[in-house]
Each structure stands twice: as structure tokens, then as C-alpha cells.
């Protein structure tokens, strides 16, 4: 009798750091609760991440090149590939070429094209690196940008304050037409609410915007945006629709806050994952999405 190996595999492309459950160190819990093999490609080794006031720091894009090249040889496959921080140019370079080597016709890949916040660039950040993750997203399956990366992608000033539904569907739509089939926006504000916040997303299959709403806790966790972009990717594999990839990754993020926020704790550490893993395992209590028409 033969025995398969029933886990999925993902290529997952991001740093590791020491100290915070960032990067690697959010996106292999949550991706091993879910029942998934993760690879790691990582990036770059810190000490922390780069939000401490000190850290050390090894590049590793010459190790990643004889990575790639060893997985070759070997004839590894891949089930999906998932990218997060990605540091320079050559990097983002990489990454399209593991894809272009490695992708079958029923991989996912999923890319979290990391470049700002806030209505800004990310420190060491520019417009090559801008132009290389423009390039990027066309070979993605799903994209999870923020709202200020939504409009660094697509070379438009940010406006200030809410944005409409409409203008925000033309937005998704915009960004879809460049190659993903599913575009996530997250960290949009709410209009004329500021203790909630919004995810809106594009399926072109099927031409649909949906939206999830929850409450914004006023404290600020590091490595919010892997864990969710984890859980989306978990969920697409295990053949969850959209809405409720949607549904499981906002309340995981929400369970994981609540779960911290009432320590006494370092806000830079991240959330405390080891607290809120099990729950990937749980069904979805309540749907909170909207269709919008």
C-alpha cells in the first residue's frame, strides 16, 4: 500500500526574528496549527525586528539564491507560495523567479506587498523597490495590502481621513486588473468611527466586494499584518471561501489582541499567539461580512 503525505507545503518567504511573533515566527505557528508544512526562504536573521530601538541584522539574499537552486535540484513542489517583507530590490527578484520556476497551475501564491503605513514608505524603501513589487503582484493569486500600500501599488496620492465604499471598490478593482484574482485591503478606517476599523476585498471570480468590520483597540502589536495574511493563506488552502477566510483571519487577530491587552506586557513583542493558536481549530461562531452590491 502506498502512504501519501496528506499536508500541504508552502513556500513561505519572510525574516525571522529572535524576539517578536513577526514574520517567521507568526507565520509558522499559525500556518503548522492549520495543518500546513511551511519552508521557510527566509530573508534575513535579526536579534528582533526593526521596530526595537536596536537589533542586529544578516542578510541572507545570496543564501537564498543557493536555496532556491538546492529546492531545484531536488525537485521539490510546492503547494503555495507566500511572500511577506521582502528587503531590496534582488529580493523581490528572487521571489519572481522561484515562482516562475516552481508554480503548477493549482499553486496559490499569496503576496503581502510590504512597503508602508501610515501614508508612508517604509525606511530604506524607494521607487525601484516600489516599480519591483508593481511587477510582483502580477503573478500573485491573492494580495493583502494595507490602504497606504493599496495606493503606493497603484501610484496615487492618499487621501486624508474615510474613504467611500465605491472609491474603494474602483480601488480593488484597479488592482485586480493588474493580475491578482483577489485583492484584500486592510487597515481601512471607518467613516466618522474611530474605534472601528475595515477589511475590504475583490474576487474577480465571480466580480464580488466583501467587507469585514470590527472594533479598533487602541494599542499597537507588531506583526498583526503576518498573522493575518497567515491565516488568509491557511484557510484559502484548506478550501475555505473567501468571506469566511476573511472571518477566521479578522477574528483570530481580534482574540489575539483582546488576549493581550490586558497584560502587563511589551507591545513590542507582538501578540501573544500561544494563546489564541487553538482557536484556528475551532469552526466560525458568527459571520461578519458584508456582500457589497
Not at 479598533?216 to 502589536?221: F, K, W
Request: charged share 20%.
Amino acid at each position: 500500500m502506498r502512504l501519501f503525505n496528506q499536508s500541504k507545503k508552502v513556500a513561505a518567504v519572510h525574516d525571522l526574528s529572535g524576539v517578536g511573533h513577526v514574520s517567521l515566527m507568526a507565520v509558522i505557528p499559525i500556518l503548522s496549527s492549520m495543518g500546513i508544512q511551511v519552508c521557510p526562504l527566509p530573508t534575513a536573521v535579526l536579534s528582533t525586528h526593526t521596530q526595537y530601538p536596536e537589533y542586529t541584522f544578516l542578510d541572507l539574499t545570496e543564501e537564498m539564491r543557493r536555496m532556491t537552486e538546492c529546492w531545484k535540484h531536488l525537485g521539490f513542489t510546492f503547494d503555495a507560495f507566500y511572500t511577506g517583507y521582502l528587503g531590496s530590490p534582488a529580493q523581490v527578484q528572487i521571489v519572481e523567479n522561484l515562482i516562475e520556476h516552481f508554480k503548477r497551475p493549482d499553486d496559490l501564491v499569496v503576496v503581502d506587498p510590504v512597503l508602508g503605513d501610515n501614508g508612508r514608505l517604509y525606511k530604506g524603501f524607494g521607487e525601484e523597490m516600489i516599480q519591483e513589487m508593481r511587477r510582483l503582484i502580477r503573478k500573485a493569486d491573492v494580495i493583502t495590502p494595507n490602504i497606504t500600500e493599496v495606493f503606493l501599488l497603484l501610484d496615487r496620492p492618499q487621501p486624508e481621513g474615510a474613504l467611500s465604499d465605491d472609491y474603494l471598490k474602483e480601488l480593488l478593482k484597479a488592482l485586480s486588473d493588474q493580475g491578482p484574482e483577489i485583492v484584500i485591503a486592510t487597515s481601512v478606517p471607518v467613516t466618522d468611527n474611530p474605534h472601528m476599523t475595515s477589511v475590504y476585498a475583490y474576487n474577480r471570480r465571480g466580480d464580488r466586494y466583501w467587507k469585514v468590520t470590527c472594533p479598533y483597540l487602541p494599542a499597537h502589536y507588531p506583526g498583526t499584518g503576518d498573522s493575518f495574511t497567515s491565516v488568509i493563506t491557511g484557510s484559502l488552502m484548506q478550501g475555505d471561501s473567501l468571506p469566511i477566510a476573511l472571518d477566521r483571519a479578522t477574528q483570530f487577530i481580534l482574540q489575539g489582541i483582546r488576549a493581550t491587552f490586558g497584560y502587563e506586557y511589551n507591545n513590542m513583542d507582538g501578540i501573544m499567539l500561544e494563546k489564541v493558536l487553538h482557536n484556528l481549530d475551532t469552526p466560525i461562531q458568527s459571520c461578519s461580512y458584508e456582500l457589497l452590491e
